[in-house]
């Protein structure tokens, strides 16, 4: 099986009849068994739509979301948050999404949130919103991660000219016309700058929202190192060279 195929498969657990129609939560895993769960009850009780892109998972994180996502689509290989996410947001527009937000599995983001982001958008105030835990709060950040969060927002600005608070925040929402200009190539995580390239050359309006973030032993464990940031940032600079 091609990596760029996914199966995918409807859950047997019932829509939220009141969530508001047209929206379409994007949720990409990868080996997260130990959060998705929790994760996925706090989004089921407020959104209809609910997609998981399992991306190659192998401790039990597709059967997981089984239970509680509206869809799962699976990687069957672990592609990258980037793949994840594109396989993801074309899912949604074909499903005829509207609105789609993208949302992490880690237990990191908080589901008002999502109304929080989507609220600019739904008033046409702009067509993109970004979350920012500068603009709101960030619980249990350790200072070193801070610190690599504001480097990153100062490479964004540097290799892209678009000045942001927080650039590598996951939580993030778009009209369908925006959803539609998006088409991620960097599959690992330097998806969120390409991502940010792509929200500047798409010409539409976009602002930046304060969101809380929420760190845990768990999240932290899960994140990226000093020199995975690095890493990051080299295969951002390659994919430009290359395009």
Known sequence: ?????????????????DAP??????VPAF???????????????????IIVVDDGSTDGTHEAARAFATYVLRHPINCGQGAALQTGIDFALQCGAQYIVTFDADGQHRVEDVAVLLAPIFSGECDIALGSRFLGSSV????????????????????????????????????????LRINLRLDRMAHATELIDQVRQSGLNFKEVPVQIRYTPYSLRKGQSTRGAIRIALQYLLGRVIQ
Do not use: C, W, Y
Not at 1 to 17: L, Q, Y
Not at 21 to 26: N, R, S, T, Y
Not at 42 to 48: D, I, K
Not at 144 to 158: A, I
């Open 1 to 17: 099986m091609s990596p760029n195929r996914t199966d995918h498969s409807s859950s047997p657990v019932k829509p939220n009849a």
């Open 140 to 179: 249990g950040i350790p200072p070193l991660r801070r610190k690599m969060l504001r480097l990153g927002v100062l490479f964004t600005r540097l290799v892209n000219g678009v000045s942001l608070t927080d650039a590598h925040n996951g939580l993030r929402a778009f009209s369908r016309r925006a959803a």
């Open 21 to 26: 129609q047209g929206v379409f939560i994007v």
């Open 31 to 49: 080996n997260e068994a130990l959060a998705i769960v929790a994760v996925l009850q706090e989004l089921r009780a407020v959104h209809r739509h």
